[in-house]
């Protein structure tokens, strides 16, 4: 069989999905074998530009590379509707968010790269299999909850604009990736632009551990995650405009501290909103042009620290005819804190604009401009402005 020349690029072609080419037409080879081997990068800088009482200006880069395979079982053991994943992962650097006196009791991250140890993770090791005409799949193995419930793009570099919001605000029990636990999902198709999902997630504090990142053990497992959840795909209007629409709830079994009581225990439970909507074409091209987002989540006010959060943002692409692939983005964040606590924090803002430069088909460029109003939703906290660059590219 041929091998279309894009894929057959040497080592830097610009038009080529891969940095290292396709490896003379092997890797393409494989794919068509059920064999999709990925290797990526994602490294993220952030300098302080400008404080309102702090006079440090410091700088810090954080980093992961990840690396994994999909296997496609239907061409390769002819297991029909059976697809198989392994992601592993390692982060590297530090956040300006935990250096600089500025930044101080920063409730998101200048640098969304950064945390959950800095050290190599087994992210993801599971199976799926589609059942009744396709319309049941069924996820078991290893993997986060934020891949499948509260979902979300992660092309920003603040963290309280990118990702699952969830395992930002109730990050002592939801663990987002790399972190990976054992895990069921369930997802029924109800028509072709509806369907809802429910999962169980075993919670297990051991796994946050940096010795445990291939932790496959449940020693130490203190009950379970339980997220459900809505999702509506619609292409709107006479463009066809693509959307996403969630609806979420999650519940935790795991014993949690009543901020209230201080001395009884509860259970973490709340819920999500997630919507993404393709708003315009630019000139017909539905590749390009300007869409819109929401999240939200709202936390019990008995055991988190965080009540709820809301960002909203706009992202067009293609925005110059030379440039049909670039991107520019704007998003703002409330992250308010839980009444209860009294300890006299209300609420902070995180703010960013990017410019995604779409180098080549391997390569993805984003600087960006942050603001951060009352960091540590102290009324009188710091009001800091960040520089930032977030590269992304695929080996």
Not at 310 to 316: D, K, S
């Amino acid at each position: 069989m041929a091998v279309p020349s894009v894929y057959a690029a040497e080592m830097f072609n610009s038009q080529s999905p891969w940095m290292l080419g396709d490896w003379n037409g092997k890797r393409t080879a494989l794919q068509q074998q059920g064999y999709d081997f990925s290797f990526s990068y994602t490294g993220e800088m952030a300098t302080l530009l400008d404080a309102k009482s702090a006079s440090d200006h410091g700088t810090e880069y954080a980093d992961q590379f990840a690396v994994g395979a999909h296997f496609d079982l239907n061409k390769i053991l002819g297991w029909q509707y059976t697809e198989a994943q392994i992601n592993i992962t390692q982060r590297n650097g530090r956040s300006l968010s935990q250096t600089s006196d500025a930044l101080n009791g920063h409730l998101s991250s200048t640098q969304e790269v950064w945390g959950r140890g800095q050290t190599w993770r087994l992210t993801d090791f599971w199976i799926k299999k589609q059942f009744f005409d396709q319309k049941l799949d069924i996820k078991v193995g290893r993997f986060g909850e934020g891949e499948d419930f509260n979902s979300f793009d992660c092309d920003f570099q603040n963290l309280a604009l990118c990702g699952s919001q969830v395992g930002n605000w109730v990050g002592d029990q939801w663990y987002n990736w790399p972190v990976s636990q054992w895990a069921v999902r369930a997802k029924y198709q109800l028509r072709p632009d509806l369907y809802t999902q429910v999962g169980v997630y075993e919670y297990n504090p051991e796994n946050l551990k940096r010795s445990q990142g291939f932790n496959l053990s449940t020693d130490g497992s203190e009950g379970a995650i339980i997220p459900a959840e809505i999702v509506w795909t619609p292409k709107l209007g006479l463009d066809q405009l693509s959307g996403e629409y969630r609806l979420g709830y999650y519940y935790s079994t795991a014993d949690a501290l009543d901020i209230n009581t201080i001395s009884q225990t509860s259970h973490k439970h709340g819920m999500w909103v997630v919507a993404k909507q393709q708003l315009t074409t630019h000139q017909g091209d539905a590749k390009r042009g300007l869409t819109g987002f929401v999240n939200l989540t709202v936390h019990d006010s008995n055991t988190n620290q965080v009540g709820n959060m809301q960002n909203i943002g706009l992202a067009y692409t293609g925005l110059m005819d030379t440039r049909p692939q670039d991107q520019l983005a704007f998003g703002v964040a409330r992250i308010r804190m839980n009444d209860d606590l009294n300890d006299g924090r209300s609420e902070e803002y995180d703010a960013e604009v990017y410019y995604g430069l779409h180098a080549n088909n391997w390569l993805t460029i984003r600087p960006n401009i942050q603001y951060i109003r009352h960091v540590g939703a102290y009324k009188d906290g710091e009001n800091v402005w960040v520089g930032g660059i977030k590269l992304q590219t695929v080996f």
